[in-house]
């Protein structure tokens, strides 16, 4: 997945949650309590909503841009998100590097 994080931010011009498959769902769902055991099931069951979702890329953009470090998020886990943040701020080093 290429982050792109441009200056006009998707989830800036649109209004992406008016559209998101999660807004009739419990936001606790989003939210779970550690990463393991039961956890692990709440997670998937919040990745199962964002699954084919027409505002998962914006909302995963936006969690991003914000640095939204709790719940799940554009089909994200908290952990999926630090790992995608840390290689994209890899590649912008490179290429400041390389300029």
């Known amino acids: 997945m290429a982050l792109t994080w441009s200056r006009t931010?998707?989830?800036?011009?649109?209004?992406?949650r008016r559209v998101a498959a999660c807004q009739d769902t419990d936001p606790d769902l989003f939210f779970p309590v550690g990463t393991t055991g039961p956890a692990i099931e709440q997670?998937?069951?919040?990745?199962?909503?964002c699954h084919g979702c027409e505002?998962?890329?914006?909302?995963?953009e936006f969690a991003l841009a914000t640095n939204q470090?709790?719940?799940v998020w554009g089909g994200t886990s908290e952990?999926?998100?630090r790992k995608l943040r840390k290689a994209w701020l890899a590649r912008q080093r490179r290429a400041a590097v390389a300029s």
Do not use: S
């Open 9 to 16: 931010y998707e989830w800036d011009t649109d209004d992406w």
């Open 43 to 49: 997670i998937d069951a919040a990745k199962a909503v």
């Open 55 to 60: 505002a998962q890329p914006a909302c995963l």
């Open 69 to 71: 470090e709790a719940g």
């Open 79 to 81: 952990e999926e998100r």
